[in-house]
């Protein structure tokens, strides 16, 4: 089995070898991650200017290539610019949840989203930021999951959320917004984003992303890029 892995925190987080370690269990794993923090950058990718693309030692078995650009970028280098393709493609694990309507600003979402677009599987993994290793336990569990119910076979990409504590696992659908939007005004001419949790429209749907993971459940969330809305057409 050859696997992709990416992030959007940076080659050097801790999530990314978590993943890793993991995912060398599996088979022949390749990384390929962004040289600094790419939070936010959703499907952004550069074909402006010329990349630095360059190999990196992370672990032993393991081929790591650090890339001055965005997941989506890396998860194109990783098919595209070596000439491989892959079972199964891999993002995170993030420092920080991805859920409901926000989950279009994630650069770890994006790159699986990329992934799909490039006919292969994937699952982007996420938690709360002080969660990543106990998050790190359920791996297999959620991959079992995912493979012994067939899901591939119906759907190509998963955005998966674990709480910090777990008491089980649900298909989940995209909740509400997540986080309050508001601009902090600094000195000068100077404005800071900053946002807050805010609750779900419907908090005991325990089939939504946003409600699951504070519920206690990994929310385990089918995606699809395709965003043609049919029934206006017809």
Same mark, same amino acid.
């Given at each position: 089995?050859?696997?992709?892995?990416?992030?959007?925190?940076?080659?050097?987080?801790?999530?990314?070898?978590?993943?890793?370690?993991?995912?060398?269990?599996?088979?022949?794993?390749?990384?390929?991650?962004?040289?600094?923090?790419?939070?936010?950058?959703?499907?952004?990718?550069?074909?402006?200017?010329?990349?630095?693309?360059?190999?990196?030692?992370?672990?032993?078995?393991?081929?790591?290539?650090?890339?001055?650009?965005?997941?989506?970028?890396?998860?194109?280098?990783?098919?595209?610019?070596?000439?491989? #393709?892959?079972? %199964?493609?891999?993002?995170?694990?993030?420092?920080?949840?991805? !859920? @409901?309507?926000? =989950?279009? $600003?994630? &650069?770890?979402?994006?790159?699986?989203?990329?992934?799909?677009?490039?006919?292969?599987?994937?699952?982007?993994?996420?938690?709360?930021?002080?969660?990543?290793?106990?998050?790190?336990?359920?791996?297999?569990?959620?991959?079992?999951?995912?493979?012994?119910?067939?899901?591939? #076979?119906?759907? %190509?990409?998963?955005?998966?959320?674990?709480?910090?504590?777990? !008491? @089980?696992?649900? =298909?989940? $659908?995209? &909740?509400?917004?997540?986080?309050?939007?508001?601009?902090?005004?600094?000195?000068?001419?100077?404005?800071?984003?900053?946002?807050?949790?805010?609750?779900?429209?419907?908090?005991?749907?325990?089939?939504?992303?946003?409600?699951?993971?504070?519920?206690?459940?990994?929310?385990?969330?089918?995606? %699809?890029?395709?965003?043609?809305?049919?029934?206006?057409?017809?």
């Amino acid at each position: 089995m050859r696997i992709l892995i990416t992030n959007d925190d940076g080659i050097f987080a801790p999530g990314i070898r978590m993943l890793t370690e993991w995912a060398k269990g599996l088979g022949e794993v390749t990384v390929v991650a962004p040289k600094v923090e790419q939070s936010g950058m959703s499907h952004a990718i550069e074909f402006v200017k010329p990349i630095e693309i360059k190999k990196v030692d992370l672990m032993d078995g393991v081929e790591a290539w650090q890339m001055d650009s965005t997941p989506a970028d890396c998860v194109r280098f990783g098919i595209v610019g070596l000439e491989r #393709e892959y079972d %199964l493609v891999l993002s995170g694990i993030n420092r920080g949840v991805n !859920v @409901g309507v926000d =989950l279009v $600003y994630s &650069g770890t979402v994006a790159a699986i989203f990329e992934a799909a677009r490039l006919g292969a599987r994937g699952i982007a993994f996420s938690t709360f930021p002080d969660s990543q290793q106990k998050a790190s336990a359920y791996f297999s569990d959620v991959y079992k999951f995912i493979t012994d119910r067939g899901l591939f #076979e119906k759907n %190509l990409i998963f955005n998966v959320n674990i709480p910090d504590e777990v !008491v @089980g696992m649900h =298909l989940t $659908y995209q &909740g509400s917004q997540y986080f309050s939007d508001t601009f902090k005004k600094l000195d000068g001419d100077m404005y800071l984003q900053v946002g807050s949790k805010i609750d779900d429209v419907c908090p005991d749907d325990i089939k939504r992303d946003t409600v699951a993971i504070h519920k206690g459940y990994i929310s385990i969330t089918p995606l %699809l890029s395709y965003r043609t809305n049919m029934e206006l057409l017809k």
